[in-house]
């Protein structure tokens, strides 16, 4: 168990809606991350955030965003759903914000879009 | 084009034996290297990380290199056991100047060990 907690673990929906994943960090972690897994595509890297502020951005569709709240909990909105949005979310914790730091995986949240 | 390439088939190895994982990146200047596992369904779990003035890292049975000419990972396990079965990915950090923690992972190798 890395600490990191997700919900919810699965999620079903139809195109053209709008979903909402949370994540909780690591006691003591200030920075969140979330990346998306798909089988073509792998995991790749959405956005970053630090103690509330954004630090980093990938190539997160204009349709997501995310938000770090003040007691630095995460939520992920995605929206206008499109079947190629079913994936693997995983939310990741680190300490700090730097390059030199290890994430803590949580379990991912399964979005199944029909 | 900006690539990171692992071995696509999966490694079979026996139990025992030394497993070496390959990560090859192009057209990135990663500062650091991290290497992840990760089991089906799961979340990756961190294993090491090596900087780029390091040649090597070593915990346990696991060791990695770490070489920026051949812009190329090793990962290696000594005496791996069945329990070694997972998917393995490598992943840059510290791309460009900014000091964050974004992570460009590769696509990963599936290692199976056989008892």
């Known amino acids: 168990d890395s600490g990191v907690t997700q919900t919810p673990k699965h999620l079903i929906t139809a195109t053209g809606q709008r979903v909402t994943l949370r994540c909780s960090p690591r006691?003591?972690?200030?920075?969140v991350y979330w990346y998306q897994q798909s089988l073509d595509q792998g995991l790749q890297f959405l956005i970053q955030?630090?103690?509330?502020?954004?630090?980093a951005k990938g190539n997160i569709l204009e349709r997501f965003s995310a938000q770090q709240f003040p007691d630095l909990h995460s939520e992920l909105n995605l929206s206008s759903l499109e079947l190629g949005d079913s994936a693997l979310y995983f939310c990741?914790?680190?300490?700090?914000?730097?390059?030199?730091?290890?994430?803590?995986f949580g379990p991912g949240t399964r979005l199944t879009v029909l | 084009s900006q690539k990171i390439e692992q071995n696509s088939e999966a490694l079979n190895i026996q139990e025992g034996k030394t497993a070496t994982l390959t990560c090859n990146y192009t057209?990135?200047?990663?500062?650091?290297l991290q290497w992840y596992r990760q089991d089906p369904g799961r979340g990756p779990v961190f294993l090491l990380l090596?900087?780029?003035?390091?040649k090597e890292k070593r915990k346990e049975r696991l060791k990695v290199t770490f070489d920026t000419t051949l812009k190329q990972s090793l990962f290696h396990i000594t005496a791996s056991q069945p329990a070694d079965s997972a998917t393995y990915l490598c992943a840059l950090a510290g791309l460009g100047s900014s000091n964050t923690g974004k992570l460009i992972f590769g696509q990963g190798t599936t290692l199976q060990v056989k008892p």
């Open positions: 090596i900087r780029e003035n390091e």
């Open positions: 955030y630090y103690n509330g502020e954004e630090r």
């Open positions: 057209n990135y200047s990663p500062a650091y």
């Open positions: 990741a914790s680190s300490v700090s914000a730097g390059v030199s730091n290890e994430q803590f």
């Open positions: 006691s003591g972690d200030l920075s």
